[in-house]
Each structure stands twice: as C-alpha cells, then as structure tokens.
C-alpha cells in the first residue's frame, strides 16, 4: 500500500526510532525475547526485549541473539524496582543498546545520565504532566503514556484522558508515544491527529507467530473479550498493590487469597509493608513465566490488555504490523477527505488545528 499520509503525520516518531513505521511493540516479561523483538523490527516497527528481572547474562545473550536476528533498532526495557536492575543498566551500557527504555518508576537522573553517556536514546513512561516535565529537564529523550485500558502493571487514567492531558500542545519538545487499548490502525491514526509521535502496543502482538509464548497463552488471548481482560483490586492501604490487568482465572483468586494472607501478615506486625509488597510482586514474576512458557493458563498470570479484543487469530507480526499501517493510513485519508481539504503536508487540519498546512 502506498503512503501519503502517514509518513509526514508520524514523521517524529520514525525519525526518532529510525524505523519504516512509528509503531513499538512494548516490552512484555517472558514473551519479548529475540524472536518477536527481532520479527517487529525486521518488519518496520520497533521492538523492545524485556530486561524484566533476568539474569544480566542472559539479558547480554538475548542482545547479542536479537542482533543477529536484525538490523534495525531495538531497545530494552528496564523495571527500575527489578532487583536486578543495576546490572541491567551495566549490560546495556556494554552492550551499546541504542535505546534503553525505563519502566516501573521514575528513574533518577543518574540512571538517566549513565546510559545517555553510553549513547542511548532514553525512554521514560510518564504518568502526570508535572513528571513529564522533569523527565526532560533530566534529559529523556521520548515519553510513552500509557492508560489503564493495558495489560500487566497499569496507572489509573485511560489512555484518552493521558492523550489530551499530554498532547493537547503541553509537550512539545519531545516525542510522546501513545499506549494502551489500542488494537487497531484506525486508533493509531486518532491519536497521531491529536499530536502522537507512533503508538505502542503490546497485548496484539502476543498472538504474533513468531511469539514464543505457549500455544495455550495465545489461545486463551483469542478466546477472551475485552471485559475478560480485568485489573486486580487493592484490599487495603496498609499492603499498597500496583493493579495488574491479567485475564481473569483461577490466577485472579491465588493472588486474592496471597493477597489477604501478606495483609493479615502486615496488620498483626508479622511482616513490614515492605517485604509484603515484595512477596506481591514475586507472585506476578513466578505466575507470569508460568503461564507464558508453561502454558498453565488456569494458575499463571494471563497479562493482557483490553485491547485483547482485537486478538483474534495467530498471524505473522509482519501482517498484524501491516494491518495497522493500512487502517491508520484509510483512517488519515478520511479525515482529510471529510475535512474538504487538499492536504498539503499530510496532515488532517481539522484535527490538528496548532499546525500550520503548507
Ligand atoms: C504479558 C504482558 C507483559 C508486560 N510486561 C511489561 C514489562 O515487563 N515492562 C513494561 O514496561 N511493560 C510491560 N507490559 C506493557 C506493554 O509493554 C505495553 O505497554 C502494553 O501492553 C500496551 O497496551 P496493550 O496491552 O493495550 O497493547 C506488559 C504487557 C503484557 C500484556
């Protein structure tokens, strides 16, 4: 398919990535390794390994297999509470991975300054306005906002409500990637008009072939509607829990009940809040592999998000990456067309009323 729209409309986000199109598949545990991360790079998109909590070793090795998988950018991402997360900014120091994607909290300045002096580009999830400041002033180079409507460990908002808050002209010296319930290219295109460098998904492309994830993953994702995809519930404040949207199982339950068990703990002096919320965690890290590479998708955890919707059948990363291009592209070329306007520079004007139209 020919591009007319797209490529200036995203133009940001490709420049910045240095791939064909501005989509990222973001890091999942277990299921981002060399395949898939390769698969979506090789296929124009940006690929993301999932530093998660491996071994540094291993996270080495998953580079150096990703790189002779392809050519293109890849990044990693790195969960700032992981235990391991220290070593993980050494390896990707060493290895001069081009992009190093921070998630789980803010980073401090140092962490930001560490891997910049290596040469990565740095990317930062931002969950408020004020935070995001900061974040470029400490010298991020791109944010991703990402809405509670996403699989794994979620923020309140939804992706709507971040996007007007954050692209609505506020952040402008900087990309803004767009994540969270997006399952279609018509929905990339909405958010690229509202001012989004690309988008990153994550939950569509676990349906991906060349995904390792179990048979057994991918079927309950096909099966599940978006209502199925549900975040858990924190029972009190005394034991703080990061809600994680996962297809509700039997899974859902086991953390409920460990949930209640570590509070009984915490309440009676038994445990501190933090060694509850460590435990907490744990059971995420443990319930995810399972389900993921075991295929125990009735105790595991089933991460997904509601864009779960739009899993619908195993297909090849680079057709699901050409789906979205294609809808993305139809979606901008209606805007222009009921806008009345020839559209010099590729953008819908109604849509994006700060820019000027050549
Ligand atoms: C199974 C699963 C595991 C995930 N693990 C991580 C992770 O390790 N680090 C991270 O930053 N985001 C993680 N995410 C979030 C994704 O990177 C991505 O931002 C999210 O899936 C986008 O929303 P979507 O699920 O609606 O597509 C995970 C998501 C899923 C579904």
Same mark, same amino acid.
């Given at each position: ?23 990222l ?29 491996m071994?540094?070793e ?44 921070? #998630? *789980?909290? @803010?980073?401090?300045g140092?962490? %930001?300054? &560490?891997?910049? /002096?290596? +040469? $990565? ?52 010296e900087?990309?803004?990637?767009? #994540? *969270?319930? @997006?399952?279609?290219?018509?929905? %990339?295109? &909405?958010?690229? /008009?509202? +001012? $989004? ?19 057994r993953?991918k ?20 034991l ?119």
């Amino acid at each position: 398919m020919e591009l007319h729209y797209l490529p200036k409309v995203w133009k940001q986000g490709t420049d910045f990535l240095g791939t064909r199109y501005a989509i990222l598949c973001g890091a999942m545990t277990w299921v981002s390794e060399s395949h898939l991360v390769s698969a979506i790079s090789n296929a124009g998109g940006f690929g993301v390994i999932a530093g998660g909590n491996m071994p540094p070793e291993m996270l080495a090795e998953e580079i150096r297999k990703t790189r002779a998988k392809t050519d293109f950018p890849f990044g990693v991402n790195m969960i700032t509470v992981a235990p391991n997360f220290r070593s993980h900014i050494g390896v990707v120091v060493r290895e001069k991975v081009p992009f190093a994607i921070f #998630a *789980g909290s @803010i980073p401090s300045g140092k962490d %930001i300054e &560490q891997v910049k /002096a290596a +040469g $990565a580009k740095v990317l930062c999830f931002a969950p408020v306005l004020a935070l995001a400041k900061r974040l470029i002033k400490q010298g991020v180079d791109a944010l991703i906002i990402e809405g509670n409507e996403a699989g794994g460990h979620i923020g309140p908002v939804a992706t709507s409500v971040l996007a007007q808050e954050f692209l609505l002209n506020h952040i402008t010296e900087i990309p803004v990637f767009v #994540a *969270g319930g @997006i399952g279609t290219g018509e929905m %990339i295109a &909405q958010y690229l /008009a509202l +001012g $989004a460098a690309g988008a990153q998904l994550g939950t569509r492309f676990v349906v991906a072939e060349e995904c390792i994830a179990h048979p057994r993953f991918k079927e309950a994702f096909i099966r599940a509607h978006a209502r199925d995809a549900m975040p858990t519930t924190q029972f009190d404040p005394s034991l703080p829990t990061i809600p994680v949207r996962a297809i509700v199982n039997e899974g859902t339950q086991d953390f409920n009940r460990l949930q209640l068990e570590l509070l009984t703990k915490v309440k009676s002096g038994e445990m501190t809040k933090e060694e509850g919320q460590v435990k907490l965690e744990e059971f995420w890290v443990g319930a995810l592999r399972r389900a993921v590479i075991d295929g125990d998708i009735e105790h595991g955890s089933l991460m997904a998000g509601q864009s779960v919707a739009f899993a619908k059948k195993i297909q090849p990363v680079a057709e699901i990456i050409e789906e979205l291009v294609a809808g993305a592209e139809r979606n901008l070329a209606e805007m222009a067309k009921g806008n009345g306007s020839e559209v010099g520079n590729g953008l819908p004007p109604a849509f994006r009323p700060g820019l000027p139209i050549n």
